[in-house]
């Protein structure tokens, strides 16, 4: 994917500083983190172009959605499988072997686009990018190169010599990446980057108007891009309660449990709605009381942004399990345990509503604290012409 930007205008033209930011299409996260880099550099300052990549499916539009469905396919079939993968290479970066194999089977002309785009830095998002780029540099390549780690975890894949910066989630990742030789000097504590919207608290009547909600205790339910959430016995659960709560299914992508959800009577009920792909989930968590989700870094860090209380629903092993014992360590969220869990939220939705809103006040003004651009100024700290990278 290319983000299209607007020439210049104006009668003095300002040379603008380029900055390329590289994802994967493994889970939608990494994308919406350089996206989310890329709106709020612009934010920033308006001497910024930038250019946002899947980088597989950018060059290789045919093979890439077969790579990434496969890998859907097992995460879902077979996820003590993923889990055990993850533990046996969190210590261990990308191999030579692996990121040459990656460089000539599926990115071979990624330096002819960095010729092309000529980027004064390239941020990536993902590993798999950030270990072509780092390569590249081994080659002779010169450009600063920043990863953003999109989870509260360091897995060894993020690691390689050749990044200038790594701009991590908390002081706990920065100690993980310290313990495995990583220079303090090349690690920034910022947060992961979220869309800016999501910092902000518009008016509630608004969003509902817009949405047809009502404004009663509202339940956002997300993770069923990858089919998830099919969860029969949490529908079960939560379809019981559809008289006093208000319940939002957010599907994504996933068309086929979207349209078996609305062919189900439990589900046709005017205090449900059934959202496939939006990109307005800012609105609806604004508007929402309680977060029903998988654990992703991403989603997590949207719903700190916007204080909701947050559920976690069957974590993937691996880095989900880190960021569910993350956010429930520090009281942002609980798992799902068992459905003695989903009721007792219910209930307090029904029985404890008022404090339940004072509580997210409260967060909210607590959370303001974190300064949600500062990913992105830390790159346009790095691309001022006399700043030099340790």
Not at 8 to 23: C, D
Not at 49 to 66: D, W
Not at 300 to 306: D, S, Y
Not at 319 to 329: D, G, I, K
């Amino acid at each position: 994917m290319i983000e299209n930007i607007p020439a210049g205008t104006g009668e003095m033209r300002v040379a603008k500083k380029r900055v390329l930011l590289l994802s994967e299409g493994f889970g939608a996260g990494h994308t919406q983190a350089a996206y989310a880099l890329s709106s709020s550099l612009r934010k920033l300052s308006p001497n910024v172009q930038t250019r946002v990549l899947e980088l597989g499916s950018f060059l290789n539009p045919r093979m890439a959605p077969l790579i990434i469905t496969a890998y859907k396919k097992t995460v879902v079939s077979q996820p003590r499988l993923v889990g055990l993968v993850y533990r046996h290479q969190y210590k261990k970066s990308l191999n030579r072997l692996t990121t040459l194999a990656l460089h000539r089977l599926f990115y071979t002309q990624t330096r002819n686009i960095l010729r092309q785009l000529r980027p004064d830095l390239v941020v990536c998002t993902h590993p798999i990018p950030s270990a072509v780029i780092s390569r590249l540099k081994r080659l002779g390549l010169h450009v600063p190169l920043c990863t953003v780690i999109t989870d509260y975890d360091a897995h060894g894949t993020w690691i390689s010599p050749e990044v200038d910066r790594y701009f991590v989630s908390t002081p706990e990742v920065m100690r993980k990446l310290r313990a495995r030789g990583v220079s303090v000097s090349k690690i920034q504590v910022t947060g992961i980057p979220v869309h800016p919207n999501f910092w902000e608290h518009p008016g509630h009547d608004e969003i509902r108007e817009q949405f047809g909600l009502k404004p009663i205790p509202t339940v956002l339910v997300m993770g069923g891009g990858w089919g998830l959430m099919n969860d029969e016995v949490i529908h079960r659960s939560l379809t019981q309660w559809r008289d006093n709560i208000q319940f939002i299914f957010c599907l994504g992508h996933n068309d086929k449990i979207r349209r078996k959800m609305q062919l189900d009577p439990r589900f046709n009920h005017p205090n449900i709605h059934i959202f496939g792909f939006t990109r307005e989930i800012d609105k609806l968590m604004e508007v929402s009381n309680l977060l029903i989700t998988k654990p992703g870094g991403m989603t997590c860090t949207e719903g700190l942004a916007k204080g909701i209380p947050m559920l976690f629903h069957k974590p993937l092993p691996g880095q989900e399990e880190e960021n569910c014992q993350y956010f429930t360590a520090q009281g942002f969220g609980e798992p799902i345990t068992s459905l003695d869990v989903v009721v007792k939220w219910m209930n307090r939705l029904l029985h404890d509503f008022p404090e339940i809103v004072r509580k997210r006040q409260e967060h909210v003004h607590n959370v303001a604290r974190y300064y949600p651009l500062q990913s992105a100024q830390s790159i346009l700290d790095i691309l001022e012409p006399n700043r030099v990278l340790s």
